[in-house]
């Protein structure tokens, strides 16, 4: 590496055998022009999309009353923490996803967009919210975007009434004809954040030459630190910590594996025994991806639509899918609403996280837009109004948290897609069925 700049590119990379890693954001980055003691580095706005299937239980998920979020509902309950940075929406539909299944739930939550029926290869859908960012904030970047699940996506030809599996397996479509595979393994994501080659098989081959991917660039980063003040030093080192810790987990992970005698057939081969802990690892990856501007734009399904996972966490035996047709049986929906809080709960850690990082004049979790949610509403009758949905960050934007928006008639999702891409730099007139902004995203409590 040869710094010849007094000021660092934002494209700095330390390089080892195999290994690319992007460096966070800092002080060093300025300009030398403008460099102050009141300056610190531009940070990039990003966006991200976690996906919860099959709806929830709605009345445990409204907070009450409306504009100022007061008190936290039972499934929302342990967003406490960031309750300032997040804003929940009520009454938005998703009309697109009519006739009402769960391969148009998952397929038009961010295509906004009607599905074809078919169950060949003649799928038709349309372009995603994530990658028309991609398009725009994700230039330059190493990775576009980052297409992410929980779940193994194997299933092909028919999977629900008639449409193909691929609307059900797929989230991220480049276009209406190219859907875009996500990747539940830790370990081939860790790949292709920070290993070096053409393919898959090259990255693999080369990271495994080597017992960690921070042993390849030590003197890199050696001549690396002799250019940093003490303060990017510190930050320099927090998040390569950060990378080795979520690496030895992988590595874990994979050696725990191979004493796994009833593997989960959902589940990739080598990955944490636990959802939670598999899961907690995906999002770290994303903030890793994140700091080391080696994307702006996510896409995380927390579980496939008609998942039979049962999570052992919450205390319910139960499969996911047979609960979220309970036959409004309070007892089934209560064990729904447990597993809604415990998905929950997983998105609060993350944002926690978010909101510790540092990041320019403030905190990832500033710099960075989240929408969570599903699109199904009730999944026991499989429609698609009043969906569960939550914006968090961009407080450095002007978006104002801390605050529950009930439109008094319903509105399509897609002015949600469209305010959120506007937000992130993105303009569009519309984005599917939308018909206008939501202005009270910004607006002040109150007005």
């Known amino acids: 590496m040869i710094l010849s700049r007094k000021s660092l590119h934002r494209r700095t990379f330390l390089r080892g055998m195999g290994a690319t890693i992007g460096l966070p954001l800092l002080d060093a980055m300025i300009p030398a022009a403008t460099a102050s003691t009141l300056t610190v580095a531009k940070p990039v706005k990003r966006l991200g999309y976690v996906f919860m299937p099959m709806g929830c239980d709605i009345t445990r998920w409204t907070p009450e009353g409306t504009d100022?979020?007061?008190?936290?509902?039972?499934?929302?309950?342990?967003?406490?923490?960031?309750?300032?940075?997040?804003?929940?929406?009520?009454?938005?539909?998703?009309?697109?996803?009519y006739p009402g299944t769960h391969a148009t739930s998952n397929s038009a939550f961010l295509s906004a967009a009607q599905a074809r029926r078919t169950e060949s290869s003649d799928y038709f859908l349309g372009t995603t919210?994530?990658?028309?960012?991609?398009?725009?904030?994700?230039?330059?970047?190493?990775?576009?975007?980052?297409?992410?699940?929980?779940?193994?996506?194997?299933?092909?030809?028919?999977?629900?009434?008639?449409?193909?599996?691929?609307?059900?397996?797929?989230?991220?479509?480049?276009?209406?004809?190219?859907?875009?595979?996500?990747?539940?393994?830790?370990?081939?994501?860790?790949?292709?954040?920070?290993?070096?080659?053409?393919?898959?098989?090259?990255?693999?081959?080369?990271?495994?030459?080597?017992?960690?991917?921070?042993?390849?660039?030590g003197d890199d980063l050696a001549s690396l630190k002799r250019e940093l003040g003490a303060a990017d030093r510190g930050r320099v080192d927090d998040y390569l910590q950060a990378v080795r810790e979520v690496e030895r987990r992988i590595q874990k992970a994979e050696s725990d594996a191979k004493d796994n005698p009833l593997p989960d057939l959902d589940r990739p081969e080598g990955v944490p025994a636990s959802y939670a802990d598999h899961a907690r690892l995906m999002f770290e990856l994303q903030i890793l991806a994140f700091q080391g501007d080696i994307t702006r734009v996510t896409t995380f399904q927390l579980a496939r639509e008609t998942s039979n996972r049962t999570y052992p966490e919450t205390g319910v035996t139960d499969p996911h899918h047979p609960l979220t047709h309970h036959g409004n049986d309070p007892d089934k929906i209560a064990r729904m609403a447990k597993i809604n809080a415990f998905h929950v709960s997983l998105f609060a850690e993350f944002l926690e996280k978010m909101k510790g990082t540092k990041d320019g004049d403030g905190t990832l979790l500033d710099h960075s837009l989240f929408l969570y949610g599903s699109g199904m509403g009730n999944p026991n009758v499989h429609d698609h109004n009043n969906l569960p949905i939550i914006v968090a960050g961009g407080a450095a934007g002007g978006m104002q948290g801390g605050r529950h928006i009930r439109f008094d008639k319903p509105q399509p999702l897609a002015n949600l897609h469209l305010t959120l891409l506007d937000k992130a730099g993105v303009d569009l007139e519309s984005f599917g069925d939308s018909n206008g902004m939501i202005d009270e995203l910004s607006r002040p409590l109150g007005i």
Not at 75 to 96: A, H, R, T
Not at 148 to 161: A, E, I, P, R
């Open 68 to 97: 100022k979020l007061g008190e936290l509902s039972p499934i929302l309950k342990s967003l406490g923490s960031v309750k300032d940075q997040i804003s929940v929406l009520s009454n938005l539909e998703l009309q697109p996803a």
């Open 129 to 217: 919210a994530d990658q028309i960012a991609a398009q725009h904030i994700g230039r330059g970047t190493q990775l576009p975007s980052l297409e992410m699940s929980m779940d193994l996506m194997q299933t092909v030809g028919q999977c629900d009434n008639g449409y193909a599996c691929v609307y059900q397996n797929n989230l991220s479509w480049a276009s209406p004809t190219t859907p875009l595979p996500a990747e539940a393994h830790p370990r081939l994501v860790f790949e292709m954040l920070f290993g070096e080659g053409a393919t898959p098989e090259e990255r693999q081959a080369s990271l495994k030459r080597r017992a960690s991917l921070l042993d390849w660039v």
